[in-house]
């Protein structure tokens, strides 16, 4: 491992990329011999903590991996380097529901209005994917008043999580998010005509003094050497060319 006298690398994460890079941070470190330490918010939101209260409470991190848009936002904002973007995955849009419950069909666009109308709970989560349900989705199919009543944002954990207490009967988040959870089962993806794919990149923070070993651990999760481990995680990589 690294010289104790050199810092570990911080490395944040909102959800959907959260599995892989469990998995591929030891790796890196055994290879590069450099410690990795991981953090974990939504991109989004108010939470305690979310990336954007975390940042507004002075905490700094060497690396980001956010959805594009949010990761964008904070590069508007001064938080991540002009230019370092590097998009590593697409990520789609899954539900689940309990093992031993009944599988819901939401293969079609009406399939999908009939399980959202039929379920007694709905949970989604409160990052990038559940702002789509609620803001777009919702709104498309036509029953937003009836979500209203009967959807619940989850913050700050795991949709998948709140199934297996049984305080909600369906849940939608991505799709990585989801398989991680041991005791539920994932029923399929939101229907082509609706689906919301986001890309999950990589963003160097603003103030980072380690910008070679940074750029080595982007290179490294971007690259076909671990891109079978990713894909096992619900996640498409992407496979990009660096931008430096």
Avoid: C
């Amino acid at each position: 491992m690294s010289d104790n006298a050199t810092p570990p690398l911080r490395v944040i994460t909102s959800g959907a990329f959260a599995a892989a890079l469990q998995l591929l941070t030891p790796l890196f470190e055994a290879k590069h011999q450099r410690k990795v330490d991981l953090f974990f918010g939504s991109s989004i939101g108010a939470a305690h903590d979310s990336i954007p209260t975390r940042l507004s409470q002075g905490e700094q991190f060497d690396l980001f991996i956010l959805a594009s848009s949010a990761l964008d936002h904070f590069v508007a904002q001064g938080k991540i380097q002009q230019g370092s973007r590097v998009d590593l995955v697409i990520s789609n849009i899954g539900a689940g529901v309990r093992v031993g419950d009944a599988d819901v069909d939401i293969s079609t666009v009406d399939a999908l209005k009939k399980a959202l109308l039929s379920a007694g709970r709905i949970a989604y989560s409160a990052s990038a994917s559940g702002t789509y349900l609620s803001e777009e989705l919702f709104q498309k199919l036509g029953i937003e008043a009836e979500m209203a009543v009967k959807a619940k944002k989850i913050f700050s954990e795991r949709v998948g999580t709140v199934l297996l207490r049984n305080e909600a009967d369906l849940g939608f988040q991505q799709i990585s998010e989801l398989i991680p959870i041991e005791g539920i089962k994932i029923v399929g993806e939101l229907p082509p005509e609706v689906q919301r794919s986001f890309f999950f990149s990589a963003g160097i923070g603003a103030q980072t003094a380690q910008l070679q070993a940074v750029r080595q651990f982007v290179e490294f999760l971007a690259s076909p050497e671990v891109a079978d481990v990713v894909a096992k995680t619900g996640l498409k990589p992407v496979l990009p060319s660096m931008p430096w």
